[in-house]
Each structure stands twice: as C-alpha cells, then as structure tokens.
C-alpha cells in the first residue's frame, strides 16, 4: 500500500499549526509519482517471477506473457524516471554579489526543457493541430493526446490516457473539465483560454 504525500494527517497537522502548505511543484510530483511506480512494478515482477512451479504449457505461456508485459511498463517507467532527473535547474537562484539579468533569466526559462513536456503544452498542441477551437471536448482532447508517445507528466502512457486521467493530470495546473456547450448539447470539455492560462512558469 502506498501513501501519497502529502496525506490527510499532513493537511490536518498543518490546519492545527496554522500552517499554509506551500504549492507543490509538477516536476517534483512526476517525480515522486513515477518513482513509486517504479517499485510498485519491481514488486509485480518480483511477484511474476516467483509464481512458484507452473503446471502446463498453457500457464508457462500466460507467465511468459505477463513477464514480458511488466518488463516493457517496467523499463518505460525506469526511463521516464531517468529523463526527469537529469532535467537541469535552469531557473536556479543565482548566488553571489551581482544581480542577474532578468531579460536573459526569461529567455533561459522559456527554453528549459521541462516547460516543453507538461501535460498543458500537449495539450494546447493537440488544440493547435485541430485548428485552435475555443473548446474541445474532454474525450476529444483524450483521443488526440492518445496519438502522441510517450509517458503523461511521468504517471501514465498517453497511449492509456481517458478524461479520468487527463482531469486528474490537469488538475494541479488549475485547470479543470467544464460543462461547455458543442452544437446542441453541453458535453464536458476545456477552455483554451483556460489551458493557456494555466500554462506553469519555469518550475524546474
């Protein structure tokens, strides 16, 4: 069983101090979550693995199946993991007695390599390839985003994304599905004002 962080008892320890949790960082989060899936498929290969005797050919054959499965999901995530932690603070305080020039700190932020894999710019990039809508339809937007490779803010394939996730992906951005009307009737969908607004600054 895994605990996310922070947990219920966090939030009320903080209520009681009289604590404002700070905003947490997207990066960090992917972080964290895709570290702990990690483990969690280390633990299901170990658990496939040590199956214990396999009676016929046709159990050895469904192991051998779920074995191959967990190692490719396994070595995705493993890469995934890889790729955000050599991801380098361009945005780091600078330390020292001169100040730094602002108009470059911009210019370094707008082309951190983070800024360019959030789940928002997929997004606005799924919205741009269909002509710049002012609203799409979260299953639309689910359905375009599932043509794109790759993993989803470290947590999901976006082979495997549904309106669910994508919310649930969003969601920290303050961004969040609402009733939009297409045509005749209201169907669950975004804003591109919304995502455009929701587009985070340089977090690394």
């Not at 996310?4 to 989060?29: C, K, M, V, W, Y």
């Amino acid at each position: 069983m895994t605990t996310h962080f922070p947990s219920g008892l966090d939030d009320l320890t903080a209520a009681i101090a009289g604590l404002e949790l700070p905003q947490e960082n997207p990066h960090h989060r992917a972080i964290v979550d895709t570290y702990r899936r990690v483990q969690q498929m280390d633990a299901q290969l170990l658990a496939v693995t040590g199956g214990g005797p396999i009676g016929c050919r046709a159990d050895a054959h469904e192991q051998l199946e779920q074995l191959t499965d967990a190692l490719i999901l396994r070595v995705l995530a493993g890469a995934e993991l890889t790729r955000l932690l050599s991801i380098q603070c361009c945005c780091a305080p600078v330390v020292g007695d001169g100040e730094a020039d602002t108009a470059e700190d911009e210019a370094d932020c707008r082309s951190c390599p983070y800024a360019e894999q959030t789940i928002v710019h997929a997004c606005l990039d799924a919205f741009a390839a269909d002509g710049d809508p002012d609203a799409m339809s979260s299953a639309d937007l689910a359905d375009r985003l599932r043509q794109v490779p790759g993993m989803a803010e470290g947590r999901w394939s976006c082979a495997e994304l549904t309106p669910l996730r994508l919310s649930r992906l969003l969601a920290p951005y303050g961004a969040r599905p609402r009733n939009v009307r297409f045509g005749t009737g209201q169907l669950k969908g975004y804003l591109r004002s919304s995502l455009e607004a929701a587009l985070p600054d340089c977090s690394c």
